[in-house]
């Protein structure tokens, strides 16, 4: 909705108040100008008695209030109200009127007038006027810090898709180099090993060295795979669903944490980016269940549809307080939160000290917002 320059009102105003008046009667409409004059008001008005004039002068001139009588030939104030969103202006509008029931008064304000007076009674008109006035200003500034709000919002979750975009970026170029330099010289060592395994022929003291050698070869191994699989989950190339089942296996594996996964898909038609974040979050739920829950069960379930999934993390843990939330980090939760909103979907958390809920929804597919 377009909204008009505020009006302050109550106090002086360098330009006349520029009144827009719906009104059948010229005698009636003199009159009003009078009593406008005589509260002191410096105004500019136009007089309309129907719909296609109202609806002209309306996009000819600034507005800064609406006044109205209830009942015109060809026309009501309803229908003035009606119009007057249909520009898509939000200013004051008062109805002025020479009778009005109770019930219609009643049902014009649930409407959205924001006063009404009888001609014969006119002696608030001018502080109505101020009223209106000042509500006016109010859901300007309202409107304006929401807008602000929304800008702040979405100026966030642009500069949060955009630092997950390089933190994949960076984790995936580390992963390279490991598999390449680190995992290519641990490789050499295991050809030398078994080279040197066949040249020590029967020497069961340099056998054993031997095997030692390779067993800590192995671990390294092992620990650089868990690293390259932590820095790039190439899993996801099998799927979503094989992901997450395999993160729930590794993470009972290390931590003994009972972990149990289920889906009511084997498969998911998720985009790559969608997947990863949904991963991601995964990831760093489990972190803060092992870290902040003293739990000793964790369940993860996946439902999908054609359009949406949705993830649940849950654990029979202690809950989580306000002294494990600053633990965990403000950046932590707000990043989970803001990466899901960035694409287009939520993040929910609940605790009780029974354990605590992560609930995550994202669209199969992109959906900036």
């Not at 003291?205 to 067993?215: F, H, L, P, T, V």
Request: aromatic share 4%.
């Amino acid at each position: 909705m377009v909204q008009a320059a505020a009006v302050t009102p109550g106090t002086a105003r360098a330009h006349p108040l520029r009144i827009l008046v719906v009104e059948d009667s010229e005698i009636d409409y003199e009159f009003l100008l009078i009593m406008l004059r005589r509260h002191g008001l410096n105004v500019h008005t136009r007089r309309v008695e129907t719909r296609e004039a109202m609806v002209a002068a309306l996009a000819e001139d600034d507005w800064d209030l609406v006044i109205s009588d209830h009942n015109l030939p060809q026309f009501s104030s309803i229908g003035a109200l009606e119009t007057l969103r249909e520009s898509g202006l939000d200013l004051p509008f008062i109805i002025v009127s020479g009778e009005i029931g109770e019930d219609a008064a009643v049902a014009a304000m649930r409407a959205g007038v924001d006063d009404y007076l009888l001609k014969d009674r006119l002696a608030r008109l001018g502080p109505a006027i101020d009223a209106a006035l000042e509500r006016a200003a109010m859901r300007h500034e309202r409107r304006d810090s929401e807008a602000t709000l929304r800008s702040s919002e979405a100026r966030l979750s642009a500069l949060t898709a955009h630092l997950e975009n390089i933190k994949e970026k960076e984790r995936a170029s580390i992963a390279r180099d490991l598999h390449d330099d680190i995992g290519g010289a641990l490789a050499a060592i295991g050809f030398e090993l078994t080279a040197l395994t066949k040249r020590v022929g029967g020497d069961e003291a340099n056998a054993r060295s031997i095997n030692q050698m390779r067993e800590q070869l192995e671990r390294a191994l092992g620990a650089m795979q868990r690293m390259m699989m932590s820095l790039r989950p190439s899993i996801l190339d099998a799927g979503l669903v094989a992901a997450l089942e395999w993160l729930t296996r590794d993470f009972g594996r290390r931590t003994g944490i009972k972990a149990t996964f289920s889906t009511n898909r084997e498969e998911i038609d998720a985009s790559s980016e969608i997947s990863t974040a949904a991963f991601r979050i995964c990831q760093e739920s489990l972190t803060n269940v092992l870290r902040h829950a003293d739990a000793s069960v964790v369940r993860i379930e996946l439902f999908a549809d054609a359009k949406n999934l949705t993830i649940e993390i849950r654990d029979n843990g202690r809950g989580v307080s306000h002294a494990d939330f600053t633990k965990i980090g403000v950046f932590g939760i707000v990043g989970m939160r803001e990466r899901a909103r960035s694409l287009g979907g939520w993040l929910e958390i609940d605790t009780s000290p029974e354990g605590t809920s992560v609930m995550l929804s994202l669209p199969t597919r992109n959906v900036r917002l």
